[in-house]
């Protein structure tokens, strides 16, 4: 094959995204399926939204009857961190041609980690190895998700609880925020501002509010945040 | 949801979720992001995090036995294995099984 050295590198550096999408993916697709929605539906949001936490909150979406609008902005937000990966690969993507739109597609959390923290090697045809970079990771993704959602549905056990997952997955994202961060502040607003939606707001309508304060918060107390 | 409810999300989020990727290869290509957009970028994942951590915790009746405990001890029992084992597989894993075992088996 022409591109098998491109091919093996990129494998060789997606093993550990191997082994966290298979397993996550996983535990996605069994808790699709444990509220007994069809586990094709797992496949479909793995190939065409590819976006760990905002999948995993999708179920909340489908469960509360949410409105698309309110899916809308409340996915905008979730993912918004999302919008600054590309400003340090601008550069790096600018050559790639028509793969371009599928290589910013391919930009998750953990894609970005891998592209920015592991050197070009000069002899790689670049934009091959960020293909193939990006379609590994999301094939393990769509494995993981497809295999979690097929034995949930014909494998009876236990499920009460597992919806804790989605919970755990944000208080691991939200500690290694921190720890790159350093600043309270944030936090402090997160935490008041979505104990206040919790408490006053209807729960259907805690999420979008949540985030509107948040961000008025946020503006209002800008100058103690960046100290 | 049902049917044709859940595609149409689906078709939201997935539209919503590559925007937030090509945001920077549409708008900021020539030009820098404004100090305000660095700033949202910069503390808002910190912002949503807890509010998702809220989110998701918002169908408990903390009012009523047992106020909650099952989940804050797990986001506890989570966030330990976090800052001690450092794996967010083994967190995400344990924290998940450490909350089945207490709704499950503990009334």
């Keep these: ?108 959390d953990e894609t970005y980690a891998l592209l920015t923290t592991i050197k070009d090697d000069e002899t790689l045809n670049k934009k091959y190895y960020y293909l193939f970079l990006g379609l590994l990771n999301q094939l393990y993704w769509i494995i993981g998700c497809t295999s979690g959602a097929v034995i949930g549905s014909y494998v009876e056990f236990d499920t009460a609880g597992l919806e804790f997952s989605l919970t755990a997955l944000f208080v691991v994202l939200c500690i290694e925020q ?3 961060l350093k600043n309270i502040y944030p936090f402090l607003i997160g935490a008041i501002s979505s104990i206040f939606a919790l408490i006053f707001i209807p729960s259907d309508k805690m999420l979008i509010v949540s985030i509107i304060i948040a961000l008025i918060m946020m503006f209002f107390f800008r100058k103690r945040i960046e100290k | 949801m049902t049917g044709i409810e859940i595609y149409l999300a689906i078709a939201v989020m997935a539209l919503v979720n590559y925007f937030t990727r090509v945001f920077p290869f549409i708008f900021f290509i020539r030009k820098d992001p404004p100090s305000s957009i660095i700033f949202i970028e910069r503390f808002f994942p910190a912002i949503i995090m807890v509010i998702l951590i809220v989110y998701t915790l918002k169908d408990i009746e903390f009012a009523v036995y047992p106020y909650g405990l099952k989940e804050v001890s797990s986001v506890i029992f989570t966030a330990f294995l976090h800052l001690s084992i450092k794996n967010y597989l083994i967190s995400i894993f344990g924290g998940t099984i450490f909350y089945m075992a207490l709704v499950q088996y503990i009334n």
């Design chain 1, 178 to 180: 921190y720890k790159s």
């Design chain 1, 1 to 108: 094959m022409k591109y098998e050295k491109e091919l093996k590198k990129a494998f060789s550096i997606s093993i550990p995204v191997l082994m966290g999408y298979i397993v996550l993916g996983f535990a996605f697709g069994l808790l699709l399926t444990s509220f007994d929605y069809p586990w094709y539906l797992a496949p479909i949001m793995s190939i065409f939204i590819y976006a760990g936490a905002l999948q995993f909150v999708a179920i909340n979406f489908f469960n509360a009857k949410a409105g698309l609008i309110d899916i809308a902005i409340a996915s905008w937000f979730i993912n918004i961190r999302q919008s600054f990966y590309g400003l340090s690969l601008l550069k790096r993507f600018k050559n790639s041609g028509k793969l371009k739109p599928f290589l910013i597609f391919s930009l998750t």
